[in-house]
Structures are given as C-alpha cells and as structure tokens.
C-alpha cells in the first residue's frame, strides 16, 4: 500500500457487500488498515478526532468485511461490508452517507439544504 | 462542499450507475468539481502530474455523470456514472481499478501481485 500520497492516509471507501451501495468512505493509516484486516471490522482513522474508530463502536452499527480491495496503483482500498446492528451507517440515521444530490446553486457547489453534523461514528 | 480537511481536495468515487461496481477513486479540487457539473463528465485534480485531468480525455474511456452525490459532512462526493468508450476505466485494461484482493501477507499489507504502475487517464 502506498500511504505517501497522503500524508499516511489512503481513503477507503465501504459499500454494502450485498445491495452494492456505497455507504461512507473514511481514511485509514498503516495500523487502521491492519485493525481492520485482523478483526475484520472496518477500522479508520479520524482526521478531527486524531484517533483509531471502528465504525460503529458506540452505536453498533458495525461494518463486517466481506472483502477487502485494493486500487491498481495501492492507494485506496475498496470494503465490501455486511452491515450489522440497525444497519445505518451515518451518523444523521440514513442507511448511506450518500443521500443527497449535490446541486449546482448560486454558491457554485452548495449541498442541498440542511446543517453539516460534525463527523460521527 | 468542504475543501479545506485536505487541502483543498475531496475524494471522489466513481460508481456504475447500472451495476453498481465501483470504478476508480480520484480527488478534485473546485475548479475540478465545477468543471464536472458544467460538462458532466468525470473531472478530477491528479495529484501526481498538478493539473485537471478529464477521465478518458486520451482514451476514450469517459465517465458521463448520471448522478452526483455529496455526502453528510461534504467532504466527499460519490459520482453515479455511464461509462464511454471501451468501459475500461482502469489504466490497466480492467473495467475497475478495484481488480485486487488486498492480501494481509509477510510485509503486513502488501497488495497482491505486480508492479505499481503509474497514475493513468
């Protein structure tokens, strides 16, 4: 893996292993990676809270790794993941992070409406 | 959208929009973004080569934008696609850049085979 090119990160992007969509993508560093290979729960790295999460530590929501891909130049990894618990994986109580269009407003690239919640777990 | 927890960079995933598979991941910076929405078609910042670079601007391959998502704290985006051309979004001839199992192997995580090529349009 190649976590040069960001500052020791790679983003890793989680989808839902059996649906197929795409639910969160997180950073990891070298030892998020290794967490998550060997307790097979998707571990990241937060940028805001500067620490190792497993997703889904305090609400359940956990993400078992069903596979484990890697980009063809190493520098993104690819989860294909059961969700477990209630099964939502953002923190607003959506299934997906990925629920709203983005709209080409005024601003040039405003998201649509609503505040933006911190980072959760 | 939230440029600035990476340097004024998001990622972006590229997901087919009729199978679900994800293609690439890539990072774009605003004008990348904006240029995205106004053509809408794949644009994205390379880090590696510091300019806007079309996907499939020389081989064809380009990704039509179906759909364009952000998600919960606008830090990312998730671009619906149609893939152009020949289909293979990888440099490398495969239709996705997420062709490899990672390997949990001597060197803690090394990827699966072959070399490192680099960074393609």
């Known amino acids: 893996m190649d976590f040069d090119k960001l500052n020791g990160l790679v983003p890793a992007v989680v989808q839902d292993d059996e649906s197929g ?3 969160m993508v997180g950073f990891m560093n070298h030892e998020a990676l290794q967490r998550t290979i060997a307790s097979r729960y998707a571990t990241f790295f937060s940028r805001t809270r500067g620490r190792l999460w497993t997703k889904g530590e305090s609400s359940g929501n956990r ?5 484990l891909l890697v980009d063809c130049d190493e520098d993104t990894v690819l989860i294909r993941a059961v969700r477990e618990g209630a099964g939502k994986v953002c923190h607003t109580g959506e299934r997906s992070c990925f629920f709203r269009e983005l709209e080409a407003g ?5 998201a649509a409406g609503g505040s933006r919640p911190a980072e959760g777990s």
Chains 1, 2 share one sequence.
Do not use: D, K, P
Request: charged content about 25%.
């Open 21 to 23: 969509e795409v639910l």
């Open 63 to 67: 993400l078992r790794v069903a596979r």
């Open 106 to 110: 005024a601003a040039g690239l405003a």
